[in-house]
């Protein structure tokens, strides 16, 4: 079952910044309904002070195998919204994420702001994304997360369309901006809380060399780690 939704509509906005500046400085991501009874998340409940964490933008040779080699080395579990074009061009590392156990996503095939895109570009984005993420890996994802968090609620029959629950993040790491190790460690152990969905993005190579660091500190405050199907259910599709 789906986690409850919060009361207020999701409000997601747009930016004119580089890909992968996934910043909720540009509208703050909140769980809500969209049209047709569509449900945006941006955490989860909680229960059992589980959260996920999150990887964007892969996946990435010679970044991803390192994330998956710390996920590996404590047997946790992640989710990586990935991009197909890269699934395209690395389809062994994508069944490979897979393979060892952790969620895939949708995160559009090219990385646009959707938000500004008419309905059949959004349709096209997800449902080559769709298509190129199952046939590298044989699973068909059931949540996607739009690039920038730029996506509208009258947009999210489209994203139903193709069978996918909207996921936004409670806890931004920017590590896009690549701040350094020990600011994307100190945001991640200040601001994540039960029921956080934690941002970073398989992508650069500082994020990949801080994350041991992150589960640990993590682990060591009594978080248990989940993907966004255990944390939030299936989603609630119309």
């Not at 010679?62 to 699934?87: D, N, P």
Request: aromatic letters at 6%; one cysteine or more.
């Amino acid at each position: 079952m789906a986690a409850p939704a919060l009361s207020r509509a999701a409000q997601t906005g747009q930016s004119a910044g580089r890909p992968g500046a996934e910043s909720i400085r540009r509208a703050t991501a909140i769980a809500g309904q969209g049209a047709g009874g569509i449900h945006f998340f941006n955490h989860g409940p909680g229960l059992g002070r589980r959260v996920a964490v999150t990887f964007d933008d892969g996946p990435t040779p010679g970044v991803t195998e390192k994330v998956l080699a710390a996920l590996r080395e404590r047997h946790l579990s992640a989710t990586f919204f990935m991009i197909g074009q890269r699934v395209t061009a690395a389809p062994s590392l994508a069944r490979r994420v897979r393979e060892e156990g952790h969620e895939i996503g949708n995160h559009s095939y090219t990385h646009p702001q959707l938000g500004r895109m008419p309905a059949p570009q959004v349709l096209a984005q997800l449902q080559k994304t769709q298509e190129a993420i199952e046939q590298a890996t044989k699973f068909r994802p059931c949540w996607m997360r739009p690039p920038y968090g730029s996506f509208h609620p009258v947009q999210a029959p489209l994203a139903a369309q193709e069978g996918l629950g909207v996921v936004l993040w409670s806890v931004d790491t920017r590590d896009w901006a690549r701040p350094g190790t020990e600011r994307i460690l100190g945001t991640v152990l200040t601001q994540t809380h039960p029921g956080s969905i934690v941002l970073m993005h398989d992508l650069h190579l500082q994020t990949a060399e801080v994350v041991g660091r992150i589960f640990d500190g993590l682990l060591e405050r009594g978080f248990e780690f989940a993907t966004i199907s255990n944390l939030l259910g299936a989603p609630r599709i119309a």
